[in-house]
């Protein structure tokens, strides 16, 4: 093992480290200092190392840095714990880990990861192009992330390594046993739950207008997003602009639930003997559960629709929306559009997958050699055209099915198939007429998914999701944990009709106007 370094190495290769921290030379390295550091360097979240890891025992002044020789006595304390992380995890004490030992150190845990994602993990850290990790990389590699024990490695790996963001987009979080243990995992899917709650509320104006535009739009009337917005303040008043928003919002938990529920038993299903599943079977499964989601609440959406295009005074509320739906025009009206919705979950997630994975390879082959993780922006960037090119592809099939569901409450509209309505469109309209209200679609994303962003933040927090065991404790956890959360937000933001992605639970004080 390369580690038998003396001390006035280590110190040098110490010293050297505090100098380059130290931005404003003036001995001490701050808390500031440390939090650009480390986002720098690729060590420890920022928010944990700094306020709970890098304070060694004895530092008089907590608040005030570290000099070097509190720096230098606390990178002392790390390498010690270090060294035994990685004896532990070298089981055959070779002095090198490899790739069945990081497949091992995940299957004690209860995760089983497959021999390409081990070997991804390894690629990560090995430089010298052995396929091990020796003591050297090891230390250089965690030298600043707050890591304790093996658990803490293995979790490192699993959040920052092994969860693509790519196949992430149409497939709900998985979880390991400890999580599951813990609870960490339902405090993610409330997170994300209120985020998405209170996000729809914020941006409902925006969504009823789409409707309205796709239900009423036409070459005749020239209806734009300010004479829309004008008429439906005419007709209800500035409460009307919410009209739908808290079935949009309630809709969410049956939905999270029947899709969490489906996936679970349907890669079940497709793994069979096998230990992991590749990202196409992933991919399957995560939208054969979509799907069943969708066909189980559909009826949700139907009357979603209806109440977002609701005349004041024509429906006392949900539950009279549903009865009156029901006495004139039957069950099978609750399933109206229920064709292209369905239709539309192919071309919206296949070519949205493709583009992104398309544009993340592509940066990541051109500009980034050394690391596996392109960063938030790039990410937030790919994922947004490739959301929007999934929108552009899949919105005429949206259309539709707002039409169809909007349709028989409708005086003199024609009660069109999918087929005859795409026809109807096209004589009437041209290929522009298949895109009404797409404008204020798009309007919503950069607001939704701003809101979605600080609410999620603010709610992991406050549910101790960030600092509790267990949780991403390296900054490139600690941003792939919010790319994802911002990646999954940009695509539902682009349609909340369209299949969702993220798991989310509505707030009951969200109640339609």
């Known amino acids: 093992m390369r580690g038998g370094a003396s001390d006035a190495e280590r110190r040098q290769r110490w010293g050297r480290l505090f100098e380059e921290l130290d931005s404003n030379k003036d001995g001490r390295v701050?808390?500031?200092?440390?939090?650009?550091?480390?986002?720098?360097?690729?060590?420890?979240?920022?928010?944990?190392?700094?306020?709970?890891?890098?304070?060694?025992?004895?530092?008089?002044?907590?608040?005030?840095?570290?000099?070097?020789?509190?720096?230098?006595?606390y990178l002392q304390e790390r390498e010690q714990r270090l060294l035994l992380l990685?004896?532990?995890?070298?089981?055959?004490?070779?002095?090198?880990?490899?790739?069945?030992?990081?497949?091992?150190?995940?299957?004690?845990?209860g995760i089983s990861i497959s021999l390409e994602q081990a070997e991804k993990i390894l690629h990560s850290m090995d430089r010298d192009g052995t396929m091990t990790i020796d003591w050297q990389e090891w230390r250089d590699h965690f030298l600043l992330h707050s890591l304790e024990n093996v658990e803490d490695v293995v979790y490192f790996w699993k959040h920052s390594t092994v969860l693509d963001i790519g196949e992430c987009l149409t497939v709900p979080d998985e979880f390991s046993e400890q999580e599951k243990l813990t609870g960490m995992w339902w405090k993610q899917l409330v997170a994300g739950a209120v985020a998405g709650a209170v996000s729809r509320t914020g941006t409902a104006p925006l969504d009823r207008l789409k409707v309205f535009m796709q239900v009423h739009a036409s070459k005749t009337n020239k209806l734009n997003i300010l004479g829309g917005l004008k008429s439906m303040i005419r007709e209800g008043g500035m409460r009307s602009l919410w009209r739908g928003n808290g079935i949009n919002v309630l809709k969410i938990a049956p939905e999270s639930a029947i899709k969490f529920m489906a996936y679970e038993q349907i890669k079940r299903a497709i793994r069979g003997q096998q230990e992991t599943l590749h990202v196409q079977e992933r991919f399957v499964a995560g939208s054969l559960a979509g799907a069943t989601a969708q066909t189980i609440i559909y009826p949700m959406e139907v009357l979603k629709t209806r109440l977002t295009l609701r005349r004041t005074g024509q429906y006392k509320g949900l539950l009279d929306c549903a009865r009156q739906i029901l006495e004139r025009e039957g069950p099978r009206a609750l399933y109206r559009g229920y064709l292209p919705n369905v239709l539309g979950?192919?071309?919206?997630?296949?070519?949205?997958?493709?583009?992104?994975?398309?544009?993340?390879?592509?940066?990541?082959?051109?500009?980034?050699?050394?690391?596996a993780d392109p960063g938030i922006l790039v990410l937030l960037a790919c994922g947004t055209i490739s959301s929007t090119c999934g929108q552009i592809a899949s919105y005429p099939l949206a259309l539709v099915r707002t039409r169809m569901q909007a349709q028989a409450s409708i005086e003199g509209a024609p009660q069109l198939s999918m087929l005859g309505l795409l026809r109807h469109i096209l004589s009437q309209e041209g290929v522009w007429g298949l895109y009404r209200g797409i404008a204020p679609n798009f309007m919503k994303v950069i607001p939704a998914v701003s809101i979605s962003y600080v609410v999620y933040e603010n709610m992991k927090q406050a549910l101790g999701v960030t600092s509790s065991p267990g949780s991403p404790s390296s900054a490139t956890g600690f941003w792939i944990s919010r790319s994802l959360s911002l990646r999954i937000l940009t695509m539902q933001c682009l349609d909340p009709g369209a299949p969702a992605t993220g798991s989310q639970i509505p707030s009951p004080q969200l109640l339609d106007s």
């Open 30 to 73: 701050d808390v500031r200092e440390l939090r650009q550091g480390l986002a720098r360097l690729g060590g420890g979240d920022p928010d944990r190392d700094t306020q709970q890891g890098i304070s060694p025992e004895g530092d008089a002044d907590p608040g005030g840095g570290l000099d070097l020789e509190e720096f230098s006595r």
């Open 86 to 109: 990685f004896h532990s995890l070298d089981r055959n004490q070779d002095g090198h880990i490899d790739v069945s030992e990081i497949q091992q150190s995940f299957r004690a845990l």
């Open 345 to 371: 979950i192919i071309p919206y997630a296949g070519i949205d997958l493709a583009v992104y994975e398309t544009l993340k390879n592509r940066w990541l082959q051109q500009y980034s050699h050394d690391s």
